[in-house]
């Protein structure tokens, strides 16, 4: 069974520009999560999706979105960046329900870097 | 609200020597717990998780934790590391609506 793909691997894109992320999970997992992690911050919570709805949303502001199809991929978006979004964003798939919510499973991430 | 503190932020020893990495965690009920490890520029792999039972937890990579209730800990450990234990390696306390990772522990193994 294949794991959490994250496309791209790597972007850089300057202050001021839009960037989406991609996250396939793994097959049959309909909840997908979203992390920040920075050397400063460690790992932070963005937003969870469950059948295309968000779930949870941690504490970012409104230019960090997302979405969710109906396949469960999902996309990650941030609008208007700023030097300090510079940071590796992993999603994370699990089953999405009971129990299971808690067992996530990680992507190799997006290292994003804002000049 | 829940916490996770892992108290070392680096930690070195000998290959072949015994490890332990703490985790101290604060929830108001029977935690959900977990151990994940982060190779340079990979994601989190899941080491080990408690959900209930049996308090002391096996996992991958011959990795074991041991679940201190009165102690709100939750400290991995390992008899003897190998060099390509070298990672971040994360402490996450959580239930199915709030997931809180730890800031991790550095391992660096000496040859």
């Known amino acids: 069974k294949a794991g959490v793909t994250q496309t791209p691997r790597y972007l850089i894109k300057t202050r001021g520009q839009q960037v989406t992320l991609s996250c396939s999970p793994i097959s049959g997992h309909r909840s997908v999560s979203w992390y920040q992690q920075t050397p400063g911050q460690g790992l932070q919570f963005l937003f969870e999706y469950f059948s295309e709805t968000q779930r949870n949303k941690g504490n970012f502001p409104g230019r960090f979105s997302g979405r969710q199809f109906s396949n469960s991929r999902s996309e990650m978006n941030v609008s208007t960046l700023e030097l300090g979004d510079s940071a590796l964003y992993l999603c994370?798939?699990?089953?999405?329900?009971?129990?299971?919510?808690?067992?996530?499973?990680f992507g190799a991430g997006t290292r994003l870097s804002v000049l | 609200a829940q916490s996770v503190t892992q108290p070392d932020i680096h930690i070195t020893v000998s290959e072949g020597a015994s490890l332990e990495l703490r985790c101290n965690y604060s929830y108001g009920a029977t935690p959900y717990l977990f151990w994940y490890v982060q190779s340079p520029g990979q994601g989190l792999q899941l080491l080990l998780k408690?959900?209930?039972?049996?308090?002391l937890v096996q996992g991958i990579k011959g990795f074991e934790a041991e679940f201190k209730r009165s102690q709100s800990s939750f400290n991995l450990r390992k008899p003897s590391v190998h060099w390509s234990d070298a990672a971040e390696y994360f402490c996450?306390?959580?239930?199915?609506?709030?997931?809180?990772f730890g800031a991790g522990t550095r391992l660096t193994v000496k040859p």
């Open positions: 994370a798939s699990s089953l999405g329900s009971g129990l299971e919510k808690t067992l996530q499973y």
């Open positions: 996450a306390v959580g239930d199915p609506n709030d997931m809180r």
């Open positions: 408690y959900f209930s039972g049996d308090t």
